[in-house]
């Protein structure tokens, strides 16, 4: 499993066709442009992988019932993800003395007021060490599973960890989609899956691809996307293609033709 | 049935010992000798297995499960299979033998809510598990069940703190009782592994079959161990809180052949820890074991593929 997922993230990337790639990526940029002045007045969104996975499932309903809240499993991506951070910096020598410097970072920010505590820092200020404990086991496993999974010492220059990118559109300030990746090389991009293999994964991932491209910057030669699945161990990857482009832009359009309607049902139910 | 004959290298205690007979000191630093000591009859101290295992039962598995599928017709929902649908019993202390949330039509019927209420029995053995993941990773617990409550507090399990809280007092005591006689097990059973072994609990293995379309899947209490390609280089150790050990035993094979699919080795080795009791057993895993769970499993997915009297299949 490690040498296949390195091997995916290392392995050499075929430069699609530059004048192919340039016109895909007008042709994205002109929709996602249509849909933004559409929208004008319409309220704020930002477009992830988990509203294309949504809309594509029409699971949106299901996901609108139950509100967001930190929980050990919701927080244990960013802790993971800080620890992972930690390890491969060689400030910590395993996932667990990794979570806890990283959980006590959070105590320290909130008891002294810091400006850079987050939510997810008071949240875990406020809990007992035995929910702390809790949320530190599970924030462990998902960081050992990153950490034992890739050979960090062949990976393409440093690897940049846990930085989502954000593309906001020019022409509305509405508009904004993110690219989630956890791991990042100059040319790969890992993305940690979960849930069940899907059809809709390559859209999700696409959404990548997409805002790399968009804010054009480097790297010049787009890069592969690799999701991984540690459950199963299985990777799916997306090379860098004009349809990948065009597949993102499709993924958003869908994501904000689901998304209108509810917002004007909403202003209804709140008008009436 | 599975035919494989246990080769159980230690039990700390015989079979049936009362649940408040304490475990003898030290039992902790024992099952750790025994997690890392070399395997019998194997001097480089890891068995062997055979690197085309894996895919061979895999190819196994896929040529039953294709069979199910095509009975239950393609369009029919993911068949999402866990311990407690193929060996019986118990859903997993996480509960993992429900779909995952968002699983496109996974699992039999509705989808199930995200933290259901589980009966006293399961309730029990989720707070136990939660006061285990808690030895692992701080080895300490003082209070146990306001501890357990804590914990499951922090994952989201709303109802099944309610459901201890809306319990009568004698009852609440009754479960407080148990908790802590599991727990002082519990103390001196779990080792406290090096940093090193990377442990981690509730590792989720999900094996898709049949194109996603019958999912197996199961959950490591504790792994410790760093993964090695073509090397079996993990331990687990599952946690049993009231057995029948027999069951649990099987479900520890059922995961090292998860493993075997997921990573193309297993785990080398496994332990038992039984929270009532204060025993524990330690085996290595063997090439039988995984033939006969994934034998077990292929008799399970043709029988429930057969039509049903009622009509239909079972599945």
Same mark, same amino acid.
């Given at each position: 499993?490690?040498?296949r997922?390195?091997?995916a993230?290392?392995?050499?990337v075929?430069?699609?066709?530059?004048?192919?790639?340039?016109?895909?990526?007008?042709?994205?940029?002109?929709?996602?442009a249509?849909?933004?002045?559409?929208r004008?007045?319409?309220?704020?969104?930002?477009?992830?992988d988990?509203d294309?996975?949504?809309?594509?499932?029409?699971l949106?309903?299901?996901?609108e019932?139950?509100?967001?809240?930190?929980?050990?499993?919701t927080?244990?991506?960013?802790?993971?993800?800080?620890?992972?951070?930690?390890?491969a910096?060689?400030?910590?020598?395993?996932?667990?003395?990794?979570?806890?410097?990283?959980?006590?970072?959070?105590?320290r920010?909130?008891?002294?007021g810091?400006?850079?505590a987050?939510?997810l820092?008071?949240?875990l200020?406020?809990?007992?060490?035995?929910g702390?404990?809790?949320?530190?086991a599970?924030?462990?496993?998902?960081?050992?599973?990153?950490?034992?999974?890739?050979?960090?010492?062949?990976?393409?220059?440093?690897?940049?960890i846990?930085?989502?990118?954000?593309?906001?559109?020019?022409?509305?300030a509405?508009?904004a989609?993110?690219g989630?990746?956890?791991?990042?090389?100059?040319?790969?991009?890992?993305?940690v899956?979960?849930?069940?293999?899907?059809?809709?994964?390559?859209?999700e991932?696409?959404?990548?691809?997409?805002?790399?491209?968009l804010r054009?910057?480097?790297?010049?030669?787009?890069?592969?996307?690799?999701?991984?699945?540690?459950?199963s161990?299985?990777?799916?990857?997306v090379?860098p293609?004009?349809?990948v482009?065009?597949?993102?832009?499709?993924?958003v359009?869908?994501?904000?033709?689901d998304?209108?309607?509810r917002?004007?049902?909403?202003a209804?139910?709140?008008?009436? | 049935?599975?035919?494989?004959?246990?080769?159980?290298?230690l039990?700390?205690q015989r079979?049936?010992?009362?649940?408040?007979d304490?475990?003898?000191?030290?039992?902790?630093?024992?099952?750790?000798?025994?997690?890392?000591g070399?395997?019998?009859?194997t001097?480089?101290?890891?068995?062997?297995?055979?690197?085309?295992?894996?895919?061979?039962l895999?190819?196994?598995?896929?040529?039953?499960a294709?069979?199910?599928v095509?009975?239950?017709?393609d369009?029919?929902?993911?068949?999402?299979?866990?311990?407690? %649908?193929l060996?019986?019993g118990?859903?997993? %202390?996480?509960?993992?033998t429900t779909?995952?949330?968002g699983?496109?039509?996974?699992?039999?019927?509705?989808?199930?809510?995200?933290?259901?209420?589980?009966a006293?029995g399961?309730? $029990?053995?989720?707070?136990? *598990?939660?006061?285990?993941?808690?030895?692992?990773?701080?080895?300490?617990?003082?209070?146990?069940?306001? $501890?357990?409550?804590?914990?499951?507090?922090?994952?989201?399990?709303?109802?099944s703190?309610?459901?201890?809280?809306?319990?009568?007092?004698?009852?609440r005591d009754?479960?407080?009782?148990s908790?802590?006689?599991?727990?002082a097990?519990?103390?001196?059973?779990v080792?406290?592994?090096a =940093?090193g072994w990377?442990?981690?609990?509730?590792? %989720?293995? =999900?094996?898709?079959?049949?194109?996603g379309r019958?999912?197996?899947?199961?959950?490591?209490?504790?792994?410790?161990?760093t993964?090695?390609p073509?090397t079996?280089?993990?331990?687990?150790?599952?946690?049993?809180?009231?057995?029948?050990?027999? !069951?649990?035993?099987?479900?520890? %094979?059922?995961l090292?052949l998860?493993?075997?699919? !997921?990573?193309?080795?297993p785990?080398?080795?496994l332990?038992l820890?039984?929270?009532?009791?204060?025993?524990y057993?330690?085996?290595?895993?063997? $090439?039988? *074991?995984?033939?006969?769970?994934?034998? *077990?499993i292929?008799a399970?997915?043709? !029988?429930?593929? !057969?039509?049903?009297?009622?009509?239909g299949?079972?599945?």
């Open positions: 499993m490690p040498d997922l390195t091997e993230l290392c392995a050499p075929r430069a699609p066709d530059p004048a192919t790639w340039r016109a895909s990526l007008g042709e994205a940029a002109a929709t996602l249509r849909l933004a002045v559409r004008a007045g319409a309220g704020r969104f930002r477009v992830t988990h294309i996975r949504l809309a594509l499932h029409g949106r309903d299901e996901a019932a139950a509100p967001f809240a930190w929980a050990a499993r927080a244990r991506r960013p802790l993971g993800l800080a620890a992972v951070r930690l390890l910096a060689g400030a910590a020598r395993s996932p667990a003395e990794a979570v806890r410097a990283r959980m006590d970072e959070s105590t920010w909130v008891r002294d810091s400006p850079g987050t939510q820092d008071r949240w200020a406020g809990l007992s060490a035995a702390r404990a809790a949320v530190a599970e924030a462990v496993t998902w960081a050992t599973r990153l950490w034992c999974a890739l050979d960090w010492s062949v990976l393409d220059g440093t690897p940049v846990g930085r989502d990118r954000w593309w906001d559109s020019p022409h509305s509405l508009l989609l993110r989630r990746a956890d791991v990042r090389t100059d040319r790969a991009s890992l993305v899956l979960s849930g069940p293999r899907r059809d809709s994964v390559r859209a991932l696409a959404l990548v691809t997409l805002v790399d491209a054009g910057r480097r790297p010049a030669t787009p890069g592969r996307v690799v999701g991984w699945w540690p459950d161990g299985h990777l799916v990857r090379e293609e004009p349809a482009l065009t597949l993102g832009a499709e993924g359009e869908l994501v904000l033709a998304a209108a309607p917002r004007a049902a909403a209804v139910r709140s008008a009436a | 049935m599975l035919s494989t004959a246990p080769r159980l290298l039990r700390s079979p049936g010992a009362a649940p408040s304490a475990p003898s000191a030290g039992t902790g630093r024992e099952l750790l000798a025994l997690l890392r070399a395997a019998a009859g001097p480089a101290g890891r068995p062997r297995f055979d690197p085309g295992l894996a895919g061979g895999r190819a196994w598995l896929e040529d039953a294709y069979g199910l095509a009975l239950r017709g369009d029919a929902a993911p068949l999402v299979l866990g311990p407690r %649908h060996l019986g118990d859903e997993d %202390h996480s509960g993992a779909a995952p949330p699983a496109p039509g996974a699992c039999q019927g509705a989808p199930a809510p995200a933290d259901p209420a589980p006293n399961a309730l $029990e053995a989720r707070l136990v *598990h939660a006061l285990f993941r808690q030895l692992v990773h701080t080895g300490t617990v003082g209070d146990p069940l306001a $501890e357990a409550l804590d914990a499951l507090g922090a994952t989201g399990a709303t109802a703190v309610r459901a201890v809280e809306s319990l009568p007092t004698s009852a009754a479960l407080a009782g908790l802590a006689a599991q727990a097990n519990l103390r001196a059973l080792p406290r592994f =940093s990377m442990p981690r609990t509730d590792d %989720h293995v =999900s094996i898709p079959l049949a194109g019958v999912v197996l899947q199961g959950t490591f209490d504790l792994l410790v161990g993964p090695s073509g079996a280089s993990l331990c687990a150790l599952g946690l049993s809180t009231g057995g029948p050990w027999p !069951r649990d035993r099987q479900r520890l %094979h059922y090292a998860l493993e075997a699919l !997921r990573s193309g080795t785990p080398f080795r332990a820890i039984e929270s009532t009791s204060g025993r057993g330690v085996e290595d895993v063997r $090439e039988e *074991h995984l033939r006969a769970l994934s034998s *077990h292929v399970w997915l043709a !029988r429930e593929g !057969r039509p049903h009297p009622s009509g299949n079972r599945a």
